[in-house]
């Protein structure tokens, strides 16, 4: 295998990557696929943190939509990604990763707290940490604790894994003639709210200037690719 271009990442999963062809819920055999992939990566020395979303189990602002308390729902959607961020545990080490996870809320029985040092050394050590429980801190998401991770644990980029090939002008799903960026400046990202990631995460990437990978998750081999430095995908940066 070519030399890795990144010796530490972090990679962004949306809960719905965990639900594969369901709408809701976690399907396990979704998770075996890319689980595989990253095992495989990560045993090639690339030191990879782990940020797992919710979406696919609950989301605050959704709920809060619907009269319940945002905080209280958001809550509900950090407690989401522990449980995805176990299953995501259990895909890993089926493949002989070895892994930890490190949650922003306590829950002693189930995962280490997140301690930033730790972390640090777990990775070090060779293990895929699973950063779960996003911030800790309702009103945020789990893109912006990617960004927040990827910096504090001095990552050189942020992988966001997603259903699409990259970032385009405007919705590949519904024109035809929408175009892909291969890269994209964070304030264009912005301006045209190119939903990437949200407006936290890309400000926190540009304010210290780290890049975001855009690219498909379901098309086998790309986190490979990616971690090589191919362009699979849109770079935003700059
Ligand atoms: N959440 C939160 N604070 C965080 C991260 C997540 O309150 O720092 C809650 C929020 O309600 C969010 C839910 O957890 O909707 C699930 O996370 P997210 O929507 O980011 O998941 P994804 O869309 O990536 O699956």
Avoid: W
Wanted: hydrophobic share 40%; charged share 25%; aromatic share 6%.
């Amino acid at each position: 295998m070519e030399k890795a271009r990144y010796s530490r990442i972090l990679l962004k999963l949306s809960g719905e990557a965990l639900a594969g062809d369901q709408q809701f819920g976690i399907q396990p055999e979704a998770i075996g696929q890319f689980a595989k992939e990253i095992a495989e990566v990560a045993s090639t020395g690339l030191q990879i943190a782990l940020v797992i979303g919710g979406g696919n189990i609950f989301r605050g602002m959704a709920a809060s939509a619907k009269g319940m308390d945002r905080a209280q729902g958001d809550y509900m959607g950090m407690l989401a990604t522990i449980m995805n961020a176990l299953a995501v545990q259990d895909a890993l080490e089926k493949n002989g990763c070895d892994t930890r996870v490190m949650t922003a809320l306590s829950m002693a029985d189930v995962a280490e707290p997140y301690i930033r040092r730790r972390a640090l050394r777990h990775m070090d050590k060779g293990r895929v940490v699973i950063c779960a429980a996003g911030t800790g801190n309702p009103y945020f998401t789990t893109d912006s604790a990617a960004a927040l991770r990827a910096l504090e644990l001095k990552c050189d980029a942020i992988f966001k894994a997603t259903k699409v090939d990259g970032v385009y002008d405007k919705d590949p799903a519904k024109f035809d003639d929408a175009v892909k960026y291969e890269t994209v400046s964070y304030m264009e990202t912005l301006e045209k709210r190119l939903g990437v990631m949200d407006s936290t995460a890309i400000s926190m990437a540009r304010d210290n200037d780290l890049p975001i990978i855009v690219f498909n998750l379901h098309t086998e081999g790309n986190i490979r690719r990616a971690a090589n430095g191919e362009n699979i995908g849109t770079t935003v940066q700059g």
